[in-house]
């Protein structure tokens, strides 16, 4: 979605004060593509500051169906988006576009609120995504869930791959030699 930014753009130290609805149910970083199931409404000021300076707010409030680090189980993420970008409009086009990165969310007299809320998204991104802290990952030898599937396996801590060999060793009655 673009909001015409032009009025604030002509006059300095004008403000402009808006809230978006985003109808948006992916998100699409870099890193993967991911779902939305809540974006609350998009609130975002943009401050014309002396010259050709802009100081441009967001806030919102956005829940992700992310998997967790450990178990790949769906957790359910929320995000507090409150981003506070400067834009020198001073630059040239290309600079311009090489200090805002991807994130060239200015588009002439437009401001995309689309572009600039993905790149706060990959700016505040969690660095560990975890269905709670106490999650136990993955039994490495049936592969499920420890949490969720209660199983009965016993952690050997050998690797599950060369089960296939201690199996062998066990059947021909070698098992006291490999021990
Ligand atoms: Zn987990
Ligand atoms: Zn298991």
Redesign the pocket.
Do not use: E, Q, V
């Given at each position: 979605m673009l909001i015409n930014i032009s009025e604030v753009l002509t006059k300095p130290y004008k403000t402009a004060d808006e809230t978006v609805e985003l109808n948006l149910s992916r998100c699409d970083l870099p890193f993967g593509s991911f779902e939305i199931c809540h974006l609350d409404p998009v609130h975002l000021t943009v401050r014309h500051l002396r010259e050709k300076e802009l100081d441009v707010l967001i806030e919102t409030k956005v829940n992700l169906d992310l998997s967790?680090d450990?178990?790949l189980?769906s957790v359910n993420h929320q995000m507090d988006i409150q981003g506070n970008r400067h834009v020198n409009l001073e630059c040239s086009e290309a600079e311009l576009t090489e200090e805002l990165d991807e994130s060239n969310f200015i588009q002439g007299f437009n401001l995309d609120v689309e572009q600039l809320l993905l790149s706060e998204l990959v700016l505040s991104w969690p660095t560990k995504i975890?269905?709670?802290e106490e999650?136990e990952g993955l039994c490495n030898v049936c592969g499920g869930s420890k949490?969720a599937v209660n199983c009965d396996c016993e952690d050997t801590g050998l690797d599950p791959r060369m089960s296939v060999v201690r199996d062998l060793f066990q059947n021909s009655g070698l098992n006291d030699e490999v021990v």
């Open positions: 967790c450990r178990c189980g975890l269905c709670s999650c949490s």
